[in-house]
């Protein structure tokens, strides 16, 4: 219990320090990180293992979320279906 708020926290610790921070909401019951921040997302963690072939810095970037603390967000998948997707292999 607890551990978004623990992971959201820390993250912003980081970002506070000026640190190139990136929270990934591996909670793919109920990806609450982008609920709590208040974030609207297009994409999550699934159109990552979905374009791991193609990935680059810049396709990255645009999957994942901004908080206006100033760190990054790769969140979970909203659709059961789609948290499924993403394997324990996506996450090596």
Partial sequence: MGTTTAAINFAALCARQNLSTVLVDLDMDSGDAACYLGLRHQYSLADVAENLEQLDQAMLEGIM???????????????????????????L
């Fill in 65 to 91: 979320a901004r908080d206006a603390l100033g760190f990054s967000v790769l969140c979970a998948p909203e659709e059961v279906e789609r948290s499924r997707q993403v394997s324990e292999q996506h996450l």
